[in-house]
């Protein structure tokens, strides 16, 4: 057996037994390494304790060594060490988009298996995967009963190939579950279903082994898991797979902000007026790439769905994630939602004993820095119009969104004149209705996403809302566009329990669907006559959304001004038709007899709500739509499944393909060969995001990518986004590097995605270039800046790379992510010597380069590249290697981590007939 598949041993002699309530399970007790000489672990922050759990349990001297243990031992709260450490969490969750090409590499390599002569069978994820459908339903139909089943027929409809795909994929492999579309929101599922809190497995003797839930999502929001405490963020596909595949990915000791919370809520704040308080506190401070843990004795004055709509928008506030320890109201909740007696007892066993079960009297943990918030001082809020952490009171909207009108055209403003506001255009539509349309008005009202949909106190406070607005014969203007998307089907339950549901549908509130819808820009069309109207005044309209993103652009095209906002405030303002209104202050509407009504005469007080709560929500609810669910949905159970252990690839489909990266492979490593007669693909700036790298957004009919679904007999009105294909590796590649706003040094003064192609001096499209080198066998390159791939974690934007034909990125310096990517993929990442870079050696990426790497490299060695000019003339200079540990020497040696995890999957089987 190989290295990585040897299990874990306890070679720090920290493993114990403890009594579960129901019987025996094994403890890698964190205290015992204060007899080892490690100090102060009490008074670690909570997230930081996990983590060392985590080391500590999986060390096995070669994936986690035993410095890696003792170098998070050590960890200094005031000042972490800027080093990296493994973290191997407990399992994985996927939402569909970015799934599919992790289902897919799974496929293709059973199909490698298959061809190898191995048992393809035995591909599998090494640890539990999760993925739930929820990014493909849009908000088509709205208004009427039927908007639900309306809206899941025509989702079925658009994916159907990869739907076919996914549900291959539940069918065929093993430790890998697929909750079906029309089933709810990937984090509100995890909350409510599946994270446990503590996790556990056999051990080799059949005892189990307790240990904290932990995960990496591939949705930035996985982060709403922290308010159950339970440790996880948001990564790219690739560190994704490489987790699925029973590999660590490589992190920063990271540094902890403390978030003190006291005081409670007031009258008529919710949950979601203290998430954007909190966010726009920590946007100001600053803590990109930090964790925040919350602490404190507010912590007790909070629900875990208030904790989670806190955690949630981590990614907003920029933090890696928004962690809360466990505590009491943890297992009031874990009891809420229906989970099992035994597991309950095993959490709060497990977390009392390993010290991870706070309480009031719990000593405050030490931090980098703290940050304190009265909740007291809350008040309720929106934010936008363009971020989440430009919060506004509620009374100020009105002079806000007037003062944006006109300022310049940002983050804050819409650059228009003055003399402009008044300006409107007359909606008319089939029933009659002739209403002027106006600046600001709402023109979608929408209650979506997990953020607050998992919130039973904001979702029965907007039921009740309407049911006082109905029976104050208040109406939503016929402008806006109304929906109501539950991040999981016990919403609906407990609001037909609640007897609210008809109120919510009177005001258009129906449910369109269990999805992302319109948080993630699932909208849908607006109503002809409302985009006429928007067009024909060139109108600055608003969007008011319970989501937790508002970028521009993001919730509809035609729809500028966009405000997140509680579900009951949704409500309001959907009432009132604008955004140009201070509701503290000014009428709603006015009721049956004319009289005026107030956003206070139908806002619910705290009470009325707690009671509903406690009336209303069962864990019977919770049981009955979570038990089952992954076969609850007919239509994808009626889904036609192909091939049994290996997936039938069909050549004619544009959404799911084989890639390549596997064609070639062969069972032994082979010797890595240097880079000789390179030439360069891309120079590349300072800054070069991932964004710039990865094909994103849609795909233009004469771009590369356009031109082969044209080929194959796809219309430009059904290319839908990259986004849906990142199935088919032909996309994919075709549009790496083709953002319309990225600029290649090689052709000065232009942007998109063209280079020069040197042995002619052509001008074209760098895919098509990348082919033409690729016929006469000559490896590619990349010259970057500084930062090079900083932004978010794509995994494309590491595998078209590769798959263009690069062998190697030089760059003065890199963002730890996609260096580790490149890694992954089997690209070299090589760094200029501090103070060079390709200005001041005198490089313009016409040359043609020698990079001397061979089987012996080792990490962070220095190499000497030769570049030679089209004179004949050459410059030499050394490069750092950038492979930083032997983990990452061997993925590189391997061509990649899917390739090295492939190899240990054929070397561990009992026998192997070779192909």
């Known amino acids: ?105 799974l496929a293709a390599m059973r199909s490698a298996m298959a061809r190898l002569g191995g048992d393809p069978e035995v591909i599998n994820p090494r640890v539990p995967v999760h993925l739930v459908i929820d990014h493909s339903v849009q908000v088509d139909y709205f208004g009427t009963p039927e908007a639900l089943r309306l809206n899941a027929e025509l989702e079925f409809k658009r994916n159907r190939e990869r739907y ?45 082994v307790a240990y904290p839930d932990s995960l990496v999502g591939t949705d930035s929001h996985t982060t709403m898991v922290n308010g159950l405490g339970v440790l996880g963020w948001g990564v ?40 954007l308080t909190v966010t726009q506190i920590l946007r100001q401070y600053g803590v990109v790439g930090r964790f925040v843990e919350f602490f404190g004795p507010g912590l007790s004055k909070l629900s875990v769905p208030d904790r989670a709509t806190i955690a949630n928008m981590a990614p907003e506030y920029g933090a890696t994630m928004g962690f809360f320890p466990v505590d009491q109201e943890t297992l009031d909740y874990l009891r809420r939602t229906g989970r099992p007696q035994e597991l ?31 909740l007291g001082t809350v008040v309720p809020s929106v934010a936008g119009p363009k971020r989440p952490q430009d919060r506004i009171d509620v009374p100020a909207l009105k002079q806000a969104f007037r003062t944006a009108f006109t300022a310049p055209v940002g983050p804050k403003g819409f650059g228009r004149k003055p003399e402009e506001f008044e300006q409107t255009a007359t909606y008319r539509d089939e029933q009659g209705n002739e209403v002027q349309l106006r600046h600001g008005d709402v023109v979608i009202a929408a209650i979506t996403s997990c953020t607050n949909t998992s919130n039973p106190s904001v979702m029965l406070g907007a039921g009740l809302l309407a049911k006082k607005a109905v029976e104050k014969g208040l109406k ?15 919403v609906t339950d407990y609001l037909i329990e609640s007897g609210l549901l008809p109120y919510l549908e009177k005001l258009g509130f129906d449910v369109v669907g269990y999805g992302c819808t319109t948080c ?52 309001a303002y959907a009432l009132a038709g604008t955004v140009n209104i201070d509701l503290m202050n000014e009428p709603l509407g006015k009721d049956a007899d004319g009289n005026d009504v107030y956003l206070k005469d139908i806002w619910p007080s705290s009470r009325e709500i707690l009671d509903l709560i406690n009336e209303a929500i069962k864990p019977e609810m919770f049981r009955k739509e979570y038990e089952g669910i992954e076969t609850s949905n007919e239509m994808w159970n009626q889904i036609r499944v192909s091939g049994g252990a290996l997936y039938e690839w069909d050549p004619n489909s544009t959404y799911i393909q084989e890639p390549p990266f596997f064609e070639n492979l062969t069972p032994d490593v082979p010797e890595i060969q240097p880079i000789l007669g390179a030439r360069v693909l891309v120079r590349a700036g300072d800054s070069t995001t991932t964004d710039h790298i990865s094909p994103a957004g849609s795909i233009p009919p004469d771009s590369p990518a356009g031109r082969y679904l044209i080929e194959r007999g796809v219309k430009p009105i059904d290319f839908n986004s990259y986004g849906s294909r990142r199935g088919n590796h032909e996309v994919m590649m075709r549009g790496t590097f083709a953002n319309i706003r990225f600029k290649n040094l090689l052709v000065p003064g232009t942007e998109g995605g063209i280079t020069r192609y040197f042995p002619t001096g052509e001008i074209m499209p760098i895919y098509d270039a990348a082919m033409r080198y690729k016929e006469q066998g000559i490896p590619l390159i990349v ?13 494309w934007a590491a595998k078209g790379t590769a798959l263009l034909g690069v062998r190697a990125v030089l760059a003065e310096s890199f963002e730890r992510i996609h260096r580790s990517n490149l890694i992954g993929m089997g690209v070299l990442p090589l760094q200029f010597r501090e103070g060079e870079n390709a200005e001041s050696l005198g490089l313009d990426g016409s040359e043609v380069y020698d990079i001397p790497v061979t ?25 750092l290697v950038r492979l930083d540990t032997p983990v990452e020497v061997e993925y590189y040696r391997h061509g990649g981590i899917l390739h090295y995890v492939l190899r240990d999957f054929l070397r561990s089987q009992p026998e192997r007939v070779e192909a």
Request: proline share 8%; aromatic share 8%.
């Open 164 to 208: 076919e795909f996914l549900r291959w994929g539940q069918k065929a492999f093993e430790n890998f579950s697929v909750i079906p579309p029309a089933s709810g929101i990937c984090h509100q599922v995890n909350l409510e279903y599946i994270s446990r809190v503590v996790w556990s497995r056999p051990e080799d003797d059949g005892v189990p």
């Open 236 to 275: 790219g596909g690739i560190e994704a797979e490489a987790v699925m595949l029973g590999q660590p990915i490589y992190m920063l000791m990271p540094e902890v902000i403390g978030f003190r919370l006291t005081g409670e809520l007031p009258e008529g704040a919710t949950a979601t007026d203290l998430v």
């Open 344 to 374: 309950i007892d095993l959490v709060e066993r497990y977390t009392k004993e390993q010290g991870l079960f706070r309480t009031d009297e719990t000593p405050d943990p030490e931090f980098l820095d703290v940050i304190e918030l009265d």
């Open 1 to 105: 057996m190989s290295q990585a598949s040897e299990k874990p041993r306890d070679l720090l002699g920290t493993r114990d037994t403890f009594d579960t309530g129901h019987g025996t399970a094994y403890i890698y007790r964190l205290d015992r390494l204060e007899k080892l000489g490690f100090s102060g672990l009490d008074r670690l922050p909570f997230s930081i304790k996990v983590l060392l759990e985590g080391l500590l349990r999986t060390c096995d001297g070669y994936l986690v060594t035993q410095e890696d243990v003792e170098r998070l031992a050590r960890y200094n709260p005031k000042a972490p060490a800027a080093e990296e450490i493994p973290f191997m969490p407990a399992r994985v969750l996927l939402q569909d988009f970015t799934g599919v090409p992790a289902v897919v590499d």
């Open 783 to 795: 010259i970057g800046g500084k930062d090079y791939g900083m932004g978010s974690s794509r995994d």
């Open 855 to 879: 089987n012996d490299v080792k990490p962070r060695q220095t190499l000497t590249v030769t570049a030679t000019k089209a004179d004949g003339s050459k410059v030499t200079f050394e490069v």
């Open 476 to 490: 939503v203007p016929p402008y806006v566009k109304t929906s109501l998307a539950p991040g999981s089907k016990v």
């Open 520 to 571: 993630i820009g699932n909208s849908g069309p607006l109503p002809e006559p409302v985009a006429r109207a928007i067009k024909e005044g060139n109108l600055v309209v608003a969007g008011v959304l319970s989501g937790n993103r508002n970028f521009e652009g993001r919730i509809h095209p035609l729809v500028q001004a966009n405000f997140l906002a509680s579900p009951p405030l949704v409500i």
